[in-house]
C-alpha cells in the first residue's frame, strides 16, 4: 500500500519506519526541513533503540523516504496519517493547531481519494471537527475517509511496541476504509478492535489516565509506606499477583512524566469540566503526581538542613530511560527547586544532556560521568533508572562524594548491595531508608 505519514515525531517516525518494514511504500512527511535531512541521510533525529538500524534497512530498500513536500508526498498515497503533535494548552485542552495547520496542508495537496487516518491524540470529537476543516477547504474534488486509529506505542520501546501491540483500535463509521486499515496492519498479527470514531478516541484517553492512575495510586501508597514502615516494593508485588490488579505500573517513584500522560490526563479532564461531569479522580492523579516529582527535594531539605551552598549530584535527566526526550521530565522541576533552593547542581544523562540544556538551561552544570557528577557531592539523586547507573561501582562512587547519601527516586539500586558500602544512607521511596553508620571491615 502506499502510504504518507505526516509527522516523523516519536510516533510519525516509528509508525513510518515499522510500516514500510512489513512491506509497505511510506513517505514521512515533516515541515522540520533538519529533521528531514537527518533522515535523508540515514539518521535518526531521536534516541530510540532498534529505530535507526530498520530506517537504514527500509530506505535502503526504497520502501521509505522522506520529504518536506506535502504537494509530492500526498501525489503518492492513498493513505495519509496524521502523526502531529497534540500539545497542552495553559488552561490544560489539547491544542489543535498543529493538526489544524496539517488540515491545511491535505486539503490543499490531497489529489486522489484518500483515507485520512487521525493517530495523533485527541479529545473526543476532533476527527469529526478535521473533517469539516478538510472538506471545507478541499482544493480537489476527492472523496475522503476518516479513521481514528490512536497509538500507544512507549518511548524508549518505540518499535517493539508497534511491531507487538497489544491492540490495534480502529474507529471509522466507514467499514471499507477499516477494512483497508486493517488490511494495512494485517502483516503485524495483532488484534483489532473495531468501533465508533468517538469511542475510539476516548479508548486513547481513558488508557492513558487509568495508567497515570494506577502510577499516582502506588505513589500514595508509598507514601503511606513510608510513614507507617512498610515497604511499597513488596506491597506492589503483593497486589500484582492478583491477576485483577496486575503487576504493570505499579512502581513508586517521583511521578510519571512524559510528553503523554501530563498532558493527556489535563486533557481528559478538561472535557470531564466542559461536559459538566466531575471527574475529581483524575484532579488527585495530578496532584498526586505534582506532590510526588518535588519528594526527593523535600526528603533532601529534611536531611541537609539547608540546600544553600550543598552540592547535588542528579543521575538522569530524560523522563524515563532509554529515551532522550526531556518532555515533562520530573528532572525539570527537581532541577529548579534545588538551584531555588540555593544548591549547586552537576547532572548527567547517558543521552539527554543535549537535550535538557534547552529545557532546564545553564543553572546546573552537565557532565559525562556519574562520577564527574558525584565528585563533592553532598548528596546524590537518582532521578532515571538508566540501567548504567544500576550497574555503578558505588564504593567508589561514595568514595568521591563529601558525604555519602543517596535519595532514590526510581527504587532501581540493589540495597544489599549497597550495605556493602557502609557507611551509607540510603533513602529510596516508600521503603525504609538503609543508614549504615560504621564502616565495614
Ligand atoms: N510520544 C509518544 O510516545 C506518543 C505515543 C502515543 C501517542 N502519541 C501522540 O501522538 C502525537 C504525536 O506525538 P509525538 O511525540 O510523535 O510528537 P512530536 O512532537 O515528537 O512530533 C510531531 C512532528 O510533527 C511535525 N509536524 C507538525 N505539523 C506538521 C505538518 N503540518 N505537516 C508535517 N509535519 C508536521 C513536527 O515538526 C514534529 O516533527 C501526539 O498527539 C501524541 O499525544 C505520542
Ligand atoms: O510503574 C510505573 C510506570 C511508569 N512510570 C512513569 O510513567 C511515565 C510514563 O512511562 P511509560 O508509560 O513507560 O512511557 P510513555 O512513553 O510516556 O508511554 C505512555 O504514554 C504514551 C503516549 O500516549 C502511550 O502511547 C503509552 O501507552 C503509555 O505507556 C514515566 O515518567 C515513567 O517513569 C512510573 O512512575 N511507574
New binding site residues.
Given amino acids: 500500500m502506499k502510504v504518507a505519514v505526516l509527522g516523523t515525531g ?2 510519525g517516525l516509528s509508525t513510518g519506519i515499522c510500516l514500510a518494514e512489513i512491506g509497505h511504500n511510506v513517505i514521512c512527511i515533516d515541515i522540520d526541513e533538519r529533521k528531514i535531512n537527518t533522515l535523508k541521510e540515514g539518521k535518526s533525529p531521536i534516541y530510540e533503540p532498534g529505530l535507526e538500524e530498520l530506517l537504514i534497512k527500509n530506505s535502503s530498500a526504497g520502501r521509505l523516504t522522506f520529504t518536506t513536500s506535502h504537494q509530492y508526498a500526498l501525489n503518492h498515497a492513498d493513505i495519509i496519517i496524521i502523526a502531529v503533535g497534540t500539545p497542552q494548552s495553559d488552561d490544560g485542552q489539547a491544542d489543535l493547531s498543529f493538526l489544524e495547520r496539517a488540515a491545511k496542508d491535505l486539503a490543499e495537496n490531497i489529489v486522489r481519494d484518500s483515507i485520512v487516518v487521525v493517530k495523533s ?1 485527541v479529545p473526543v470529537g476532533t476527527n469529526e471537527y478535521l473533517k469539516q476543516l478538510l472538506l471545507g477547504q478541499l482544493k480537489n474534488k476527492v472523496e475522503i475517509k476518516m479513521v481514528s486509529n ?9 518499535i517493539q ?1 508497534t511491531l507487538k501491540a497489544d491492540r490495534i483500535i480502529i474507529g471509522s463509521d466507514d467499514a471499507g476504509a477499516s477494512e483497508i486499515i486493517q488490511e494495512m496492519y494485517r502483516p503485524l498479527n495483532v488484534p483489532f478492535l473495531l468501533t465508533d470514531v468517538r469511542s475510539a478516541e476516548m479508548i ?1 484517553y481513558a ?2 489516565a487509568f ?2 492512575t ?2 499516582s495510586f ?2 500514595g501508597i508509598a507514601n503511606l509506606c513510608e510513614a507507617v514502615g512498610a515497604d511499597v516494593e513488596d506491597v506492589a508485588k503483593g497486589m500484582g499477583y492478583d491477576k485483577r490488579i496486575g503487576s ?14 501530563p498532558k ?1 490526563v489535563k486533557a481528559l479532564l478538561h472535557t470531564s469540566k466542559e461536559q459538566g461531569i466531575p471527574f475529581s479522580l483524575l484532579e488527585e492523579t495530578i496532584a498526586i503526581n505534582d506532590h510526588q516529582q518535588e519528594l526527593l527535594v523535600g526528603k533532601a531539605l529534611k536531611r541537609l538542613g539547608e540546600l544553600k551552598g550543598k552540592k547535588i549530584a542528579m543521575l538522569g535527566l530524560s ?2 530511560p532509554e ?1 532522550d ?1 526531556m518532555r ?3 528532572s525539570i522541576k527537581i532541577a529548579h527547586a534545588l538551584t531555588a533552593g540555593g544548591a549547586e547542581v552537576t547532572a548527567y544523562d547517558p543521552v539527554a544532556s543535549g537535550n535538557a540544556r534547552k529545557v532546564i538551561g545553564e543553572v546546573i552544570t552537565y557532565v559525562d560521568s556519574a562520577f564527574e557528577a558525584a565528585k563533592g557531592a553532598d548528596a546524590l539523586f537518582i532521578v ?2 538508566w540501567e548504567e547507573f544500576r550497574q555503578l561501582e558505588f564504593e567508589a562512587l561514595l568514595d568521591v562524594m563529601k558525604q555519602r547519601i543517596i535519595f532514590d527516586g ?1 527504587n532501581c539500586l540493589d540495597e544489599a548491595a549497597l550495605q556493602e558500602c557502609s557507611p551509607i544512607e540510603y533513602y529510596p521511596v516508600g521503603r525504609p531508608a538503609v543508614i549504615m553508620k560504621d564502616k565495614k571491615v
Avoid at 150 to 158: D, H, K, N, T, V
Avoid at 251 to 261: H, L, M, R
Fill in positions: 516519536y510516533v491524540t490512536p497509538e500507544f506505542l512507549r518511548q524508549g520501546s518505540a511496541d486513547k488508557s492513558n495508567l497515570a494506577k502510577i502506588i505513589n504493570a505500573f505499579l512502581k513508586a517513584g517521583i511521578g510519571y512524566g512524559g510528553s503523554c500522560f493527556d523522563f524515563k529515551t526526550d515533562d521530565a520530573p532515571t533508572e526510581r
